[in-house]
């Protein structure tokens, strides 16, 4: 969930990293703020089957969980990611909105690529 004022909440199974609690792997049965983000603005988030992402206010992508077919999108590293971690390949470009399918990602730049 989002709030507002860009803080993100996460619940439920929390294997793989997929909830962004640090290395807390168990299933979360509240709402928690996801607190990699303190100090940053989200504009967007997005769940997908394992793992999740967000949009920063400055256009940067994050993304967490499950590592497996690339969908965290951290070059050759397949390994679950427990805390939201910058998606680097996107340097230099203003990503827009994101989204998180089953097993993979999606991102739209502004200049539309």
Not at 14 to 28: A, I, S, T
Not at 81 to 88: D, I, R, S, T
């Amino acid at each position: 969930a989002l709030t507002a004022d860009g803080a993100v909440f996460a619940w439920g199974k929390g294997e793989q990293g997929c909830l962004g609690h640090r290395e807390d792997l168990l299933d979360q049965l509240l709402p928690k703020k996801v607190e990699a983000f303190a100090g940053q603005r989200v504009i967007v988030v997005s769940a997908g089957q394992q793992h999740s992402l967000a949009l920063t206010a400055d256009g940067a992508v994050f993304a967490w969980g499950k590592g497996e077919q690339g969908c965290l999108g951290h070059r050759e590293d397949l390994l679950d990611q427990l805390l939201p971690k910058k998606v680097e390949a996107f340097a230099g470009q203003r990503v827009i909105v994101v989204s998180a399918g089953q097993q993979h990602s999606l991102a739209l730049t502004a200049d539309g690529a």
